[in-house]
């Protein structure tokens, strides 16, 4: 399977823990973005990457997020000090060039903060 | 005012009819427009790009009016498979120059036989 992978697809942890995310996108793809989703909303943008560079995080919802990519593959999304409202599907997406081009998105991994 | 929005619905029609969405946008600026699709549990997927000449694929038909700020998506002979989730995808720009991809919530589209 080519497309855009998440793991793990399901988180639950304690409040106040500490959690990351993996996606791997689409090969040759150098743009990766992630976002979160609760019910009934759309994907909210949180963060992009152009290869390594991450060229826009004004929209982490904190300080307590953060996003690596470090080698221009895969991406990490690191959650500090988990919250009850951190609950949400976060979703990666992958595209070939920049913001005119589509979009492919992973499965999502589903976080329940407990 | 949310910079992108949507009408939540859910719009409920019968197999065959017609319906079109709208989803505005707050910022002139804006850049590429898209419609995504997502089914219940699952991941968006493209559904088609919007160009400003407006653009058909299949019984699908996307339009962008600029000056009043919106994108449509128009669905003709609707099919039960159609029923999902419908997002409108706006790039806008942000304090900085960024353009950043901004979902609406999406239009819930329900096809009954």
């Known amino acids: 399977d080519t497309g855009v992978s998440q793991n793990p697809r399901h988180k639950i942890t304690k409040r106040g823990q500490n959690v990351t995310f993996r996606c791997d996108p689409i090969?040759?793809?150098?743009?990766l973005y992630w976002y979160r989703q609760t019910l009934g909303q759309g994907p909210e943008f949180l963060t992009y990457f152009q290869n390594e560079a991450q060229l826009e995080k004004s929209r982490l919802l904190s300080d307590r997020f953060s996003a690596e990519r470090p080698k221009g593959s895969f991406s990490t999304l690191e959650i500090q000090r988990t919250e009850q409202g951190d609950s949400a599907m976060y979703l990666c997406?992958?595209?070939?060039?920049?913001?005119?081009?589509?979009?492919?998105f992973g499965p999502g991994t589903r976080l329940t903060v407990t | 005012r949310k910079e992108v929005e949507q009408d939540p619905g859910p719009f409920n029609v019968p197999e065959g009819a017609t319906v079109a969405f709208n989803c505005t946008y707050s910022?002139?600026?804006?850049?590429?427009f898209f419609w995504y699709r997502q089914d219940c549990r699952k991941e968006p997927k493209l559904l088609m790009s919007v160009y400003s000449s407006g653009n058909e694929d299949g019984r699908f038909t996307a339009q962008l009016n600029r000056a009043s700020q919106y994108i449509s998506l128009l669905i003709r002979d609707s099919k039960l498979s159609d029923s999902a989730t419908y997002l409108c995808?706006?790039?806008?720009?942000?304090?900085?120059?960024?353009?950043?991809?901004?979902f609406g919530r999406g239009t819930s589209l329900i096809v009954h036989p």
């Open positions: 910022n002139s600026a804006s850049q590429s």
């Open positions: 997406a992958s595209s070939l060039g920049g913001l005119a081009y589509e979009q492919y």
């Open positions: 090969s040759e793809h150098n743009r």
């Open positions: 995808v706006v790039n806008l720009i942000i304090s900085g120059g960024s353009y950043i991809p901004t």
